[in-house]
Structure formats: C-alpha cells, structure tokens
C-alpha cells in the first residue's frame, strides 16, 4: 500500500532523481516491484533507493528479508538514513551519482 504522506527526507531526495535530473536516469517514486513498494527505483539500472527512517526501526528482518528477495532478481540496493538526507543530501546525492557512474554507461 502506498503512503499517503511521504516523509519530508523522501520529498527532498524526489527533488533531486526526478525528471530524470540524477545523469539522465528514469527514477520512479513509490514503484510497486515484485510484491514489494520501493522508495525509489530506476528500471534501467535495476536500482531501488531506500531511506530509512522511523518506520523501520522495528522491521530490520522484514527489511533484510525484502532485500534479499529484491536482489534474487538483480535488483541493487543504495540505502540512506533519513537524518542523513535532510542534514546531507548533497553527500546523498554524490554516492548515488558516483553509483551510477560506476554501474551505468553515462552519455556525456
């Protein structure tokens, strides 16, 4: 089920992948994948971008369990604090595009 509010580290982060502003990648927010909902995810680069936060502080097995069903289907991780992404996105940001560069051809 989708969440009606999104955090606001989730807003800021969407600010930054959107419209395709992350090296010209196609990120999707809230994407249904498998059974599962992903944060973010990136069907070119098989990349679900995850910010955790108080929601899962109680659910690191189900977290670790959905993970590694994700990742049976070549699905890769990137996961962020989601203090981390309000007090530094700007960091957040350069691991995620120095990811891509290092997984994904990019055009120049």
């Keep these: 089920m989708l969440r009606k509010q999104s955090t606001l580290a989730e807003i800021l982060l969407w ?6 502003k ?3 990648c196609d990120f999707h927010r809230q994407k249904p994948v498998h059974r599962y909902i992903v944060d973010f995810f990136c069907p070119e680069l098989m990349l679900a971008v995850e910010i955790d936060g108080a929601s899962h502080v109680d659910k690191v097995e189900e ?3 959905r993970q590694e069903d994700l990742e049976s289907l070549g ?3 990137l996961r962020f604090q ?4 309000k007090k530094d996105r700007g960091t957040v940001v350069e691991v995620i595009k120095k990811w891509i560069s290092e997984h ?3 055009e120049t």
């Design 82 to 85: 989601d203090d981390e992404v």
């Design 104 to 106: 994904h051809k990019v």
């Design 75 to 77: 699905i890769r991780f």
């Design 63 to 65: 977290d670790k369990k």
């Design 15 to 20: 600010n930054e992948l959107k419209g395709k």
């Design 22 to 24: 992350m090296l010209g």
